[in-house]
């Protein structure tokens, strides 16, 4: 499958709306934007996930992914991002860049939708060429 937009992402997280803990998760893309893997990497309790970049570029390095996209879901139903999304998405995009991995979005998702990183600015553009040729993420 090919993921071009957020909502291209959304059925692969459909599952993780209702939750009652905080799961937090990543799909990883090839350079054509084709999911090659997506696994939850943390499971926390009921409004907060301790994550752990490590864990997450050794994933995403493991599976040779071109580009990710972070997920995770807030049990509370709140669509907007905590402080601690934030910090933390910006964190992730720095490593990211570090190793030449295009952070494509980060998504979170509740009972009463979905909130995208990308959508709503918060990520900086791409500057991965094969991403772009490939049709971007929009």
């Known amino acids: ?14 599952m993780y709306r209702n939750k ?3 799961y937090f998760g990543i ?4 350079s054509g934007l084709n999911v090659i893997s997506k696994k939850v990497l943390f499971v926390g309790g009921i409004n907060r996930c301790l994550v752990d970049p490590r864990i997450i570029f050794w994933y995403v390095c493991k599976h040779s992914a071109s580009g990710v996209i972070l997920f995770h879901n ?5 669509l907007a991002p905590t402080d601690y999304d934030i910090d933390l998405t910006k ?3 720095k490593g990211c860049d570090t190793l030449g991995i295009t952070l494509a979005d980060h998504i979170i998702v509740t009972k009463h939708g979905y909130y995208s990183f990308r959508e709503h600015d918060l990520l900086k553009e791409t500057e991965d060429k094969e991403l772009k040729i490939a049709g971007g993420i929009k």
């Open 74 to 78: 807030h049990p509370s139903g709140t």
């Open 1 to 14: 499958m090919t993921v071009r937009s957020p909502k291209d992402a959304l059925p692969f997280l459909s």
């Open 91 to 93: 964190s992730l995009q």
């Open 27 to 30: 799909i990883c893309l090839d």
């Open 20 to 22: 009652r803990q905080e």
